[in-house]
Structure formats: C-alpha cells, structure tokens
C-alpha cells in the first residue's frame, strides 16, 4: 500500500489551501470512485482532503428562483428533496436510476460529477490506456468495447462518462460552481466535461486545486416537464448502455423550449443541440421528434461492436419526448 496523508477540512478556504500544500492530493467527496481507484492502484494521491464535512450539504432557493446544490449533497438526499422533485423530475429520476441505495447514500454532487470513466482498461494497470497513461494508447480502441462511445470520440480515447446525474443536469441548463487559487467562478455543466481529442488525461475544464462547492439549477428549467430514461444490461445497479434526459416546454401548439442530453454515447453528457434547434418552433409531432433525433445521431460514429447504441438512444429519446409532449398528430 502506497501511504498518504488525510486532511478533514472545515472550510473552503482550510480545503484548497490544504490541497495546494499536498502536490499529488485529491478532495474525497463521499470515496465510492476514488477509494476504489486506489485500491487499483489507478489512483495513488499524496493526499486526501475529505471535503464531507464542509457547509455545503445543503439545497437552498435563490431569489431568482434558482437551486442551489451544495457539492457535498448526497445523492440520496438530491434525489428525494421536493423541490427537485418537483421541480427538476428528470434529476430526481436521473439520480435514482444510478447505483444502488448505499452507493447514494454515500456519493456526493460534486463526487458523482467527476467520478473516472468504467472503460474495464482505464480500470486495468496491465492494459495500455491513454487516459490512465498518456502515449501508452487505448485498448479498447480494436478491443472490448461494446459500453463505449459513438460520439465525439478520438483514436486517443472511447471512453463515456458513466453519470446519470450529469445527463439531468446538462439538459436542464445546471451550471456547475468552482472554487480555486483563481477565485471562483461557475461553468455550464453541458461544457463542464471535455471530448477526448488528443487529450484523454482530462475529463473535465476544471482547474488544478479547484473544489466543486455547487450546481445551481436555473429558474429558467424549474417547473418545465422534465424526464430521464435509462436502459442498461439489468434492471439495477448497472451502468448505462445509453440514457437521455429531456425538457420540453410548448407554447401556442409549438416547442417553445427544448433541453436534451443523451448519456453514455459520449467521453461526455452529449447536449444534443443539433435535435434542440430542430425542435423548437416545430409542432410536437412524431415526425418532428423522429426528424430532429435523427439529425442528431446522424453525426454517430460507432465502433465494431456498439452499433446497438444509436438505434437504442433513437427509441428513449423518442419515448422521453413524446411522454413530455404527447404528439398532437403523427
Ligand atoms: C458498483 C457501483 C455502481 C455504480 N453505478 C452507477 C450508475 O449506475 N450511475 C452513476 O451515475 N454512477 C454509478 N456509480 C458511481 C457513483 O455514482 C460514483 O462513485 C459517485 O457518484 C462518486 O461520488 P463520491 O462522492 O463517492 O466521489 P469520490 O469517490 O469521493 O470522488 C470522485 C472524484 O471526485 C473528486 N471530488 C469529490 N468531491 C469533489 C469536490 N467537491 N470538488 C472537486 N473534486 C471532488 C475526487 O477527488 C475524485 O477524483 C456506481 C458506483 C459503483 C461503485
Ligand atoms: S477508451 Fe479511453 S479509458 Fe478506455 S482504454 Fe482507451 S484511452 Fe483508456
């Protein structure tokens, strides 16, 4: 076992200068990623900085009308509070449909955001991958990669991001808040994490030394009919195959507002623009939804053994949309 230091930290200011006095430490949010990373080997910090005990387990009401969830929420707690129930369904479903109980009892906000990719050679010391090991190149690329992406991916990675709780918040418009050295500042969780390209090594946009202190969810999302769908190869405690969260608002007979994200096609939640724009303006049909799904996967590029993916993102995001938007004809 390789030693490291632990550190609690009571405040924000007390985590980030802690984590600049350790080069090579994490934050450890509620540990279900990270502690078995390490128990891997894939992950070797010089120090934890466990983040649990920050003033940041809670959910407040901005006067915007906004959400604030604090980093440290758990995902239990996220998931059964009545203003995202309410409010924000798909999250509360998103939530509910990653993991198991105890998992949710212990994962937090900020912990589920940058959990690591599953790609079984990521998690592997004996296979090559980029990710883990720049340059040593990506197993899965002509291996096993049948959970893999079909979107966005480069000769360099195919990895997808595993959460549920990211796809929600990307389609609602969530944002995600940071604290570092640089001071604060907040980042759309649509663009939050990164495609692949050359550089796998990074999941995320986020800064050295930065903490996750929150996600706010816009006013703007709050109250819109909102769903997630997830199929996986069980009926729980399984990672996505493919999953789509969606929000639909009509106006006078027309889509006035669409927010879309599919999960697991992607090295991030795939904010579905292309379907978005296609959407809004157009009468709720089964023809619009079929059309502007289609413009989205139409940019899909599967590997040997993932075809099934786009046919199956195809037929949630379908059911998603017209369980938000019964179509007026077909
Ligand atoms: C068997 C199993 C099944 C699972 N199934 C699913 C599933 O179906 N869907 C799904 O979405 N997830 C699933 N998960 C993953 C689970 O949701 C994540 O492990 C969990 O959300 C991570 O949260 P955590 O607080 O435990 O993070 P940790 O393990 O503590 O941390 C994860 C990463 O985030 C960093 N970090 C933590 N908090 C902060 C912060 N505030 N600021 C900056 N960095 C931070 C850590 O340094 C680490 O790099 C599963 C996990 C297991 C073990
Ligand atoms: S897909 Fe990405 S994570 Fe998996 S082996 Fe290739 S480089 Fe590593």
Known sequence: MKPFAYVRADSVEEATDAFAAHPGARYLG????????????????????????????????????ALRVGAT??????????????????????????????LRNAATTGGNLLQRTRCPYFQDLSKPCNKREPGTGCGALEGVHRDHAVLGHSEQCVA?????????????????????????????????????????????EIHPGELITGVVLP??????????????????????????AAVLHLKDGVVDR??????????????????????VGAAPTTAAFEHAVDLELA??????????????????ALDVLGRLAPPATT
Do not use: C
């Not at 595993?162 to 969780?189: F, I, K, T, Y």
């Not at 669409?258 to 795939?270: K, Q, S, T, V």
């Not at 940019?299 to 075809?307: G, I, M, Q, S």
């Open 30 to 65: 509620g540990g279900t990623n990270l502690v078995d990373l390490m128990k891997l080997g894939v992950e070797t910090p010089t120090a934890l900085v466990d983040v649990t005990r920050l003033p940041l387990d809670v959910v407040e009401e901005l006067p915007d009308g």
């Open 73 to 102: 929420v758990r995902n239990s707690d996220l998931a059964a509070h009545p203003a995202v129930r309410d409010r924000y369904p798909a999250l509360s479903q998103a939530l509910l449909a990653g993991a198991s109980g105890q």
């Open 160 to 204: 997808t991001h595993p959460s549920d709780m990211a796809v929600a918040l990307a389609a609602l418009d969530a944002r995600v808040e940071l604290h570092g050295p640089e001071g604060a500042r907040s980042v759309p969780v649509a663009d939050f994490h990164r495609l692949p390209g050359m550089h796998p090594e990074r999941d995320t």
């Open 219 to 244: 006013a703007a999302t709050a109250g819109l009919p909102s769903a997630y769908r997830k199929a996986r190869d069980r009926a729980s405690y399984a990672f996505a195959l493919a999953s789509v």
């Open 258 to 279: 669409a927010g879309i994200a599919f999960g697991a096609l992607a090295h991030r939640p795939w904010r579905a623009r292309r379907a978005e724009d296609a959407l």
């Open 299 to 316: 940019a899909a590029e599967p590997l040997r053994d993932n075809a099934y993916k786009v046919p199956l993102a195809r037929r949630l």
